[in-house]
Structures are given as C-alpha cells and as structure tokens.
C-alpha cells in the first residue's frame, strides 16, 4: 500500500528566510508526486509535480521540490519566504502506472514578519 | 479561469436524513474525483471516475454512499442514511487525464455536519 508522510505538523519560519515542508512516500512503483496548497476557505490549488525527467521542479509562487529517489523524499522548498505563504501544504503520492492518489495529513506553515 | 463548482457550500442535516451534493469539474476533464476530508487530516479518495466510469471506489462505503457521474461530466454523490461520523468537508476534483499524471483542480467543497 502506497502512503505518504508528512513528519511537521507546523512549520514557522521568518520572512525572508528559506523554508522547507518535508514529505517521504513510499509506493511500489515509479512515482508521480504532487504538492497542494489550502488557503483558509479556500480549495485545494496545485503548487507543482513531478512526473519524470530533472529531479528539481519549479512551480508556482517561487515553491520548488527535488525529488529523491534513494530518500523517498519530496520536500517542499522556496529561497525566500512571504508571509502571503501561510497557509496548509500537502504532499500527495500515486503510483505512475495505476490507482488513486494518496494525500499527507498537510502541514500548517506558518511565516512571521 | 475554468473551476470546478460544487453546490451546496454547506449542508446541515440529521441523521438518517438523505443528502445529495453536486459537483461541475471543469469542461474537457476526463477524471472526477470526490473526496472526503476530515480536520486535520488529508483528502481521502471516496470514488474516481474516468469519464463516466468508476475506476476506483475502494473506500467509498457503499452501503450508504453512491455516485453517478451519468453523461462523464457532472456528478452527483449521495449518502442515504447520513450517519453523525460523516460530518466532515467533502471535495470534488477534476484532472484532464489522470492516467497521465495530470494535475487535480479542486472546488470549494461541501461541509456536511450531520445533527
């Protein structure tokens, strides 16, 4: 069974500061992984994914991920953080050649001035 | 921009009661997916459909939920009886191809509280 983790439940950091949002998977085959974000009473928007190919992909609002494949790893990434970025972010997994998607329990960042 | 809508907002309802929720995905999207989201938690999947078959429905407690998605564009998903743990937000998504690892676009949802 496919599954995700998200070990930080909150994730505080300074304005202007790097932030990173972990997120490990594990699924049986090659990985299609994804990143969401939630802005209170809002929905569900994409950040970014990756697929195959460069293992570091950019997506919108300056977010990066790298894709580790030896660490199972997924990590949310961005230089230089806003507070425009607080929100709730979540790693979601799905195996490239079938079944559904697998979301994270989300983490909570947040970004002080 | 396209978005998916979803109708009600918010359904308060007692138990045993039936409840209907109602999703648009947006135009051209082959998958539709309802999920259902607990606080604090993450969405879990309930049913997929590619176009207007069901391609997963594992988790979709079939007693009492159903799904359509007749035509392969919108949706319907039901729960009959309603159940005091079914409070909870429920989601729907589209993705213009999810074989092919497309991206999913949510609605707003609908927050259920069953009383």
């Known amino acids: 069974a496919q599954s995700v983790a998200q070990p930080e439940d909150q994730v505080n950091v300074a304005e202007g500061n790097p932030l990173t949002v972990k997120c490990t998977y594990s699924?049986?085959?090659?990985?299609?992984l994804f990143w969401y974000v939630q802005y209170p009473n809002r929905g569900l928007q994409f950040l970014l994914k990756y697929i195959t190919g460069d293992n570091l992909v950019k997506g919108s609002y300056g977010f990066e991920a790298e894709f580790n494949k030896s660490q199972t790893s997924f990590h949310l990434k961005k230089p230089s953080a806003l507070v425009s970025d607080s929100a709730l972010y979540f790693c979601?997994?799905?195996?490239?050649?079938?079944?559904?998607?697998?979301f994270g329990d989300g983490t909570t960042l947040t970004v002080k001035p | 921009e396209a978005e998916v809508a979803q109708s009600p907002r918010y359904k308060i309802t007692e138990k045993s009661q039936a409840v209907a929720f109602w999703c648009d995905p947006i135009s051209g999207h082959a998958t539709l997916y309802w999920y259902r989201q607990i606080l604090g938690q993450g969405p879990e999947l309930l049913v997929q459909?590619?176009?207007?078959?069901?391609?997963?429905d594992s988790q979709l407690p079939k007693d009492r939920f159903s799904a359509e998605r007749l035509k392969g564009v919108d949706s319907t998903l039901k729960i009959q009886p309603a159940e005091l743990g079914d409070s909870a937000m429920y989601l729907c998504?589209?993705?213009?191809?999810?074989?092919?690892?497309?991206?999913?676009?949510f609605g707003q949802g609908t927050r259920l509280t069953v009383v």
């Open positions: 998504a589209s993705s213009l191809d999810d074989l092919r690892g497309t991206e999913a676009f």
């Open positions: 699924v049986s085959g090659n990985p299609y």
């Open positions: 459909f590619q176009d207007e078959s069901v391609v997963d």
């Open positions: 979601a997994v799905r195996d490239a050649n079938a079944g559904k998607s697998t």
